[in-house]
């Protein structure tokens, strides 16, 4: 078996408009392929290339059936997320929107004879452990403030089993579970920003002391999304994965380590710093093996954390020079 061709083929990025869904398409550009994306927000659509979009409503069947109509291959971007407050509060926000789309998208997808369907789960579905996890480990013991969450990923993943191998014609369905992603076009708003987006914004704006939510010492694996998005263009193309796959950087790093790279960066390193221990924070743990995707494909990623973070820094002091982030939502 050979690696997918894109040349000549219709390829949909639903959520297009979104961060990975804009990163995904600016990589595609200049592969040949006829690229098409779905929007439904406000927000402008920030891809480059040659896109055809489609305004499509992907809560409803109607507007997933339009989606995928005509379509080789789907790359499944569209989600509705969110910070840790929001999810602190309104767990629930995740799940009803979420498993609808992901269950229209899928059937919708299938019905109109998409020939592979890529998946963006979560390494939320992992249970709180110390060491690396790999894509076997994946159960229904999750981190109890992601168990919302957690579930809606996991029985979606549950869902793209059943259209690859559980019905008698099967679809192609390649499922994917991120590192901690970070880069251009993240979400930065104060509601919706995740721990380096929201520490990015406050350190380039000056906060001092620059407020943290929790004690700083928590682990986790942060990708940079040009990064993520090779690997998954990697993986989506590789006749040698099967069943779920990683991708991340394989490397721990403590959010205090984090926030001290982005005070240098900023021009801020004598800045203080306030943890407060009593705002939400997340999974303490997560390590993530990428032992199977380098091993399938070759493979990992190119851009270490500093290279990352300067780069992501420089592109929101642009993009935000003259408005805030709430401005361009």
Same mark, same amino acid.
């Given at each position: 078996?050979t690696?997918?061709?894109?040349?000549?083929?219709?390829?949909? =990025?639903?959520?297009?408009?979104?961060? =990975?869904?804009?990163?995904?398409?600016?990589k595609?550009?200049?592969?040949?392929?006829?690229l098409?994306?779905?929007?439904?927000?406000?927000?402008?659509?920030?891809?480059?290339?040659?896109?055809? #979009?489609?305004?499509?409503?992907?809560?409803?069947?109607?507007?997933?059936?339009?989606?995928?109509?005509?379509?080789? *291959?789907?790359?499944?971007?569209?989600?509705?997320?969110?910070?840790?407050?929001v999810?602190?509060?309104?767990?629930?926000?995740?799940?009803?929107?979420?498993?609808l789309?992901?269950?229209?998208?899928?059937?919708?997808?299938?019905?109109?004879?998409?020939?592979? &369907?890529?998946?963006? %789960?979560?390494?939320?579905?992992?249970?709180?452990?110390?060491?690396?996890?790999l894509?076997?480990?994946?159960?229904?013991?999750?981190?109890e403030?992601? *168990?919302?969450v957690?579930?809606?990923?996991? &029985?979606?993943?549950?869902?793209?089993?059943?259209?690859?191998?559980? !019905?008698?014609?099967?679809?192609n369905?390649?499922?994917?579970?991120?590192?901690?992603?970070?880069?251009?076009?993240?979400?930065?708003?104060?509601?919706?920003?995740?721990?380096?987006?929201?520490? !990015?914004?406050?350190?380039?704006?000056?906060?001092?002391? #620059?407020?943290v939510?929790?004690?700083?010492?928590?682990?986790?694996?942060?990708? *940079?999304?040009?990064?993520?998005v090779?690997?998954?263009?990697?993986?989506f193309?590789?006749?040698?994965?099967?069943?779920?796959?990683?991708?991340?950087?394989g490397?721990?790093?403590?959010?205090?380590?984090?926030?001290?790279i982005?005070?240098k960066?900023?021009?801020?390193?004598d800045?203080?710093?306030?943890?407060?221990?009593?705002?939400?924070?997340?999974?303490?743990?997560?390590?993530?093996? !990428? %032992?199977?995707?380098?091993?399938?494909?070759?493979?990992?990623? %190119?851009?270490?954390?500093?290279?990352?973070?300067?780069?992501?820094?420089?592109w929101?002091?642009? *993009?935000?020079?003259?408005?805030?982030?709430?401005?361009?939502?």
């Amino acid at each position: 078996m050979t690696s997918l061709c894109f040349k000549n083929k219709n390829i949909l =990025v639903a959520g297009a408009n979104g961060f =990975v869904g804009i990163n995904l398409l600016n990589k595609l550009t200049g592969t040949g392929a006829n690229l098409f994306g779905t929007i439904h927000s406000k927000r402008s659509f920030q891809a480059l290339g040659e896109v055809t #979009l489609r305004e499509c409503d992907l809560s409803t069947p109607a507007g997933c059936d339009e989606a995928t109509k005509d379509m080789d *291959y789907v790359f499944m971007c569209a989600a509705k997320s969110s910070g840790a407050g929001v999810m602190e509060k309104t767990p629930l926000v995740h799940l009803t929107p979420n498993l609808l789309m992901n269950a229209q998208m899928l059937e919708a997808a299938y019905a109109n004879g998409v020939s592979k &369907f890529c998946f963006i %789960s979560s390494n939320t579905v992992y249970p709180p452990v110390e060491h690396p996890v790999l894509e076997d480990e994946a159960s229904y013991d999750f981190f109890e403030k992601y *168990y919302i969450v957690g579930w809606m990923k996991r &029985f979606s993943e549950i869902m793209c089993e059943m259209y690859s191998d559980k !019905i008698q014609k099967p679809m192609n369905v390649l499922v994917v579970r991120p590192g901690n992603l970070y880069g251009p076009f993240d979400k930065f708003t104060k509601s919706e920003s995740k721990v380096i987006a929201s520490l !990015i914004r406050k350190a380039v704006e000056g906060q001092n002391p #620059l407020e943290v939510w929790g004690d700083g010492h928590d682990i986790k694996d942060f990708l *940079y999304v040009d990064d993520f998005v090779e690997g998954m263009i990697a993986a989506f193309r590789s006749p040698n994965i099967t069943g779920p796959v990683n991708i991340a950087s394989g490397v721990e790093v403590t959010i205090r380590e984090v926030i001290k790279i982005i005070l240098k960066i900023t021009k801020n390193k004598d800045g203080k710093v306030l943890f407060d221990a009593s705002m939400p924070s997340m999974i303490p743990v997560r390590r993530i093996s !990428i %032992s199977k995707i380098k091993t399938s494909t070759g493979w990992e990623p %190119s851009t270490d954390l500093q290279s990352g973070l300067e780069k992501t820094i420089n592109w929101y002091k642009s *993009y935000y020079e003259r408005q805030s982030p709430e401005d361009k939502t």
